[in-house]
């Protein structure tokens, strides 16, 4: 059973920075595809970042694109999002998700993870 645990989301001041994580278990994220999604109350889910399973390319929504950063570490089977800069419009729900594939994806993930809240405090 294929498992991905977010972390790291909370209250921060705006401007302030996270770092989110996201651990994956019960398969390798080699040859998988990973990307951050987001949903704030209200609203619904949106792309943040994507990257390729090498991490040689990655794929920004534009609304964080400078800000923020997706990183993956294959042989720890984790996916980081570093966000800085950080809005109060950043306050949302942060889920992680998988796919197959050798490309960088904004849409038709396989897997979820449940989610870390940020809320960024103006």
């Known amino acids: 059973q294929v498992q991905l645990v977010e972390s790291g989301g909370g209250l921060v001041q705006a401007g302030g920075s996270l770092r989110l994580s996201c651990v994956v278990s019960?398969?390798?994220?080699?040859?998988?595809?990973m990307g951050w999604f987001r949903q704030a109350s209200g609203k619904e889910r949106e792309f943040v970042a994507g990257?390729?399973?090498?991490?040689?390319?990655?794929d920004y929504a534009d609304s964080v694109k400078g800000r923020f950063t997706i990183s993956r570490d294959n042989a720890r089977n984790t996916v980081y999002l570093q966000m800085n800069s950080l809005q109060s419009e950043d306050t949302a729900v942060y889920y992680c998700?998988?796919?197959?594939?050798?490309?960088?994806?904004?849409?038709?993930?396989?897997?979820w993870g449940q989610g870390t809240q940020v809320f960024v405090s103006s």
């Open positions: 998700a998988g796919r197959p594939g050798l490309g960088v994806y904004r849409e038709v993930y396989d897997y």
């Open positions: 990257i390729s399973w090498t991490g040689g390319s990655t």
């Open positions: 019960g398969r390798t994220i080699n040859r998988y595809a």
